[in-house]
């Protein structure tokens, strides 16, 4: 059975079936492309910050543009003079807003896996109605048309509710994980800051410098 005989056989409640997945497929599509880890924590900055600050100069607008990661060491640096309790806390606020922006649409793709099943459990429950009313009907016996017709929609939905909520399911605890591990990753690089800054007895300078433009501030 190809695509239009299953969203003719399917009935109307293929609609929304249709429409969930192309949805899912979007999601799925667009998160596998924004939750890398290289793209958002990338091995290895904390310690390159790390080595910068023993320099003596960090370029905020480099460290910012560089990565979320960057965004958060940036916040944290920003604040290095109210000492360390002061810099831990705006690590972790910069923090939380990364991970909500890496949270972001999973919320709807696990709304997705859930309600595609009970959207065919819904077209099965219609399509054997349609079956007993036939029977329940004077002419039920001769009338094997409708009887295949009320049953092919119970199967079609039904297997249509999986064939989009079992990817859905898959890919959304997939994507919970991996915001889980670069999570990790990059409570990992910033304590790493964090515990250098406490050994650090040099003054700390910093800059926030476009190199394209050659303006810079220095907001030390």
């Known amino acids: 059975m190809d695509m239009l005989g299953a969203l003719e056989v399917g009935g109307w409640l293929m609609l929304p ?8 497929t979007v999601i799925i599509i667009e998160r596998l492309w924004t939750l ?43 604040n290095t003079r109210l000492g ?68 092919s929609q119970a199967l079609v939905t039904t297997a249509a509710g999986l064939t989009v909520a079992i990817p859905a399911l898959m890919f959304h605890r997939f994507f919970q994980r991996r915001v889980e591990d670069i999570t990790v990753r990059m409570e990992e690089q910033a304590s790493q800051l964090v515990d250098f800054l406490a050994h650090h007895p040099g003054e700390l300078n910093l800059t926030e410098r476009d190199e394209a433009s050659g303006r810079g501030v220095r907001s030390a």
């Open 84 to 151: 360390h309790d002061q810099v831990r806390a705006r690590l972790q606020q910069a923090a939380v807003a990364v991970i909500h922006d890496m949270e972001r649409f999973l919320s709807p793709l696990g709304t997705i896996a859930a309600i595609t099943p009970l959207i065919g459990l819904l077209g099965t429950v219609i399509g054997m109605i349609e079956v007993f009313s036939v029977l329940v009907s004077a002419e039920g016996p001769g009338r094997t048309a409708d009887l295949a017709g009320g049953i």
């Open 36 to 78: 890398r880890a290289s793209r958002i924590a990338p091995a290895g900055l904390g310690g390159e910050v790390c080595a910068l600050v023993a320099e003596g100069q960090v370029n905020l607008y480099w460290l910012e543009s560089h990565s979320p990661l960057g965004g958060v060491l940036a916040a944290g640096l920003r």
């Open 17 to 24: 079936l249709l429409g969930c997945s192309l949805v899912a």
